[in-house]
C-alpha cells in the first residue's frame, strides 16, 4: 500500500468525490480535527435532501417489513429518479396511513381485550357494571378476598353495603361504605388478603359488556385483515423500487457526506489514505481527468 495525499481547491471537491467514488481504490483516512489550521469537512450538494429521503424511506421500508437485500430487478437511475417523488410522497403516504391504523386497531383490540378480563370475574357479583362508579358519598372496594370481609367491615363502618361471589377458588367482593371510612375499610381489608381489581366504566350487565366487547373485536379484526394485505401487495409492487430507491439514496448520501472524512480549509481540501501500489498511477492520472 502508498500512502497518498490528495489536495485541492474546494471549487473541484464534487468531480475529485465523485471519481474517487467510482475508483474505489482509496482507503481514507478520517481526519479528526487535530491540526488548528484545518477543519473537518462539511457536506456537499444535496446532502441533507438526500439524508432525509433516505429517512423517509427506510421508515416506509420498515413499515412493510422490506429486507435489505439486492433488488431483483434493476432500474436505471433516470426511473429511479423519475419515480422517486411519488415513492416517497403518495406512496409513502398511503404506507404510513395504513401502518398507523393497524397500529391502532391493535391497541383498541388489545384494550378491549384487557376490559374483558377485567369484567369476567365480575360476573359472580349480582350488580350491573354503572354500579360500581359516579359516587360522591360512597366509596367503593372491588377485588378478591382470602377470608370473609362483612364483619370486620361492619366493625368500623357500621353503614355498608357488600356483595360477594366465588369463582376459580376466589372469592369476589364489592364494599360499598361512606367515603369518611375509606381509610379504615382499606386498612381492614389488606388484613383479608384483599386485591383491588380495575372495573372498566361501563354500563350494563357484564355478559351484555362482554358480548358487545367482543362483537367490536371482531369487527376490528376484519378491518385489520385487508389493511395488512394492501400493505402485502404494496410490498410485491415496490419492493425492487424501494430497494433500488434505497441503494441510489445510500450512495448520493455516502459521496455528499464524504467531505465529513476530509480536512479543509476556507479554500482547500485535503484528503489523506491508501492506495494499493500498483494502483496509485491510475488513481494520479483519474483525479486528474476528473480535476
Do not use: C, W
Not at 372469592?171 to 388484613?191: I, N, R
Not at 479554500?267 to 483525479?287: H, M, T
Amino acid at each position: 500500500m502508498s500512502r497518498v495525499v490528495v489536495a485541492g481547491s474546494k471549487s473541484v471537491i464534487s468531480p475529485v468525490v465523485e471519481k474517487l467514488h467510482e475508483l474505489r481504490l482509496l482507503h481514507i483516512i478520517n481526519y479528526n480535527g487535530s491540526q488548528p489550521q484545518f477543519e473537518i469537512g462539511k457536506p456537499i450538494g444535496k446532502a441533507k435532501e438526500y439524508s432525509e429521503d433516505l429517512i423517509k424511506l427506510r421508515s416506509i421500508t420498515r413499515y412493510l417489513d422490506l429486507k435489505n437485500k439486492a433488488p431483483d430487478k434493476t432500474y436505471p437511475e433516470s426511473q429511479v429518479l423519475s419515480e422517486m417523488d411519488n415513492l416517497l410522497n403518495n406512496v409513502g403516504a398511503d404506507v404510513t396511513a395504513t401502518y398507523e391504523r393497524i397500529a391502532a386497531i391493535e391497541a383498541e383490540v388489545k384494550s378491549k381485550q384487557d376490559q374483558i378480563k377485567s369484567l369476567t370475574p365480575l360476573a359472580v357479583l349480582p350488580l350491573p357494571l354503572d354500579a360500581y362508579y359516579g359516587y360522591e358519598s360512597l366509596a367503593t372496594f372491588v377485588g378478591t378476598a382470602k377470608t370473609p370481609v362483612d364483619a370486620d367491615v361492619a366493625k368500623v363502618s357500621p353503614v355498608n353495603e357488600i356483595f360477594s361471589g366465588s369463582a376459580k377458588n376466589a372469592t369476589f367482593v364489592a364494599v360499598f361504605v361512606p367515603a369518611d371510612k375509606a381509610g379504615e375499610v382499606s386498612s381492614v381489608l389488606s388484613e383479608h388478603g384483599f386485591s383491588e381489581l380495575s372495573v372498566p366504566k361501563l354500563e350494563g350487565n357484564v355478559d351484555s359488556a362482554i358480548a358487545s366487547l367482543e362483537g367490536s373485536i371482531k369487527s376490528l379484526e376484519g378491518e385489520k385483515g385487508p389493511l395488512q394485505k394492501k400493505l402485502v401487495d404494496i410490498k410485491k409492487q415496490y419492493e425492487d423500487l424501494m430497494l433500488a430507491t434505497d441503494e441510489y439514496l445510500s450512495m448520493e448520501t455516502r459521496k455528499t457526506e464524504a467531505p465529513l472524512r476530509f480536512a479543509e480549509t476556507d479554500n482547500a481540501f485535503v484528503i489523506d489514505g491508501y492506495v494499493p501500489a500498483d494502483q496509485y498511477s491510475r488513481l494520479k492520472s483519474e483525479l486528474e481527468s476528473a480535476a
